[in-house]
């Protein structure tokens, strides 16, 4: 397998229990913690893993949370490659009720990057001395990063001939698309939010630059739409998947 590296710039450190029923102003008694190092390229680069393959992990991380979160990176069996931030790193806590199997996630505030730390991580990217075939950039820009950083880095990704992968939502996908851009995957929500189209018009969001373009619909009826421009042939799925929002 080729080499694939990952980039978080908002990751978090999981917290999962769960307690027998959530009650308005109650103390709710739960299960012992479990935590595990989420969002993002991570999730990607751990898949990677369990699936026999290699993946180095980049993301910007502080303080203690930052330190555990890198710990558990690396316990994965996952190389972590942690650029150092001032601002602690988030926590998200998830609770299951098990009277009824549903879930309650709890997404606390991003952390603030200086330029000096935004940009540092281009600068370990341009350093690398192997660089990937591909970078998988997924997740959104935390606090203090400017809207236009995938495609400073997408202009990265051309001058090392990596192929990038960018997941993310808002402004944020759209200044995506560059030079060094392999795929984006915006699902159907977010295609419908840049477009203010609502049925999603690839004609309407499509720049020029993209190799590819899915959208995931998360539905039993269409998993994926691809731009009819790009390709004649769709990909089949009769996988159903649950709606979801990326933290």
């Known amino acids: 397998m080729q080499p694939i590296a990952t980039l978080t710039m908002n990751p978090a450190l999981d917290v999962n229990s769960e307690t027998e029923q959530v009650v308005f102003s109650r103390k709710l008694r739960c299960g012992r913690p479990l935590r595990e190092p989420g969002v993002g ?3 990607v680069a751990r898949a990677v893993t369990r699936l026999g393959g290699e993946a180095r992990a980049i993301f910007v991380a502080g303080g203690v949370v930052g330190a555990r979160l890198t710990a558990l990176v690396a316990a994965a069996g996952v190389e972590a490659y ?3 931030i001032a601002d602690e790193t988030r926590e998200t806590v998830n609770v299951t009720e098990r009277s009824t199997g549903a879930q309650f996630r709890f997404v606390m505030e991003s952390p603030s990057l200086a330029e000096a730390e935004w940009t540092a991580v281009l600068e370990a990217i341009a350093a690398l001395d192997l660089p990937p075939a591909y970078l998988v950039a997924s997740g959104t820009l935390p606090g203090g990063v400017p809207a236009e950083f ?7 990704a051309a001058e090392r001939s990596i192929r990038l992968v960018v997941d993310t939502s808002g402004v944020a996908l ?7 851009t392999s795929l984006i995957k915006p699902n159907l929500a977010e295609l419908r939010e840049l477009t203010g189209s609502p049925g999603g018009s690839f004609s309407d969001f499509f720049l020029e630059g993209a190799a590819a373009a899915p959208a995931t619909a998360w539905s039993p009826a269409s998993c994926w739409r691809w731009p009819a421009e790009r390709t004649s042939r769709r990909p089949r799925s009769s996988a159903s998947r649950p709606a979801r929002r990326r933290s």
Not at 150 to 156: D, F, N, P
Not at 174 to 180: D, E, F, I, K
């Open 174 to 180: 759209r200044h995506a698309v560059g030079p060094g």
């Open 41 to 43: 390229g991570i999730n």
């Open 82 to 84: 942690p650029i150092e």
């Open 150 to 156: 995938y495609g400073r880095l997408s202009h990265l």
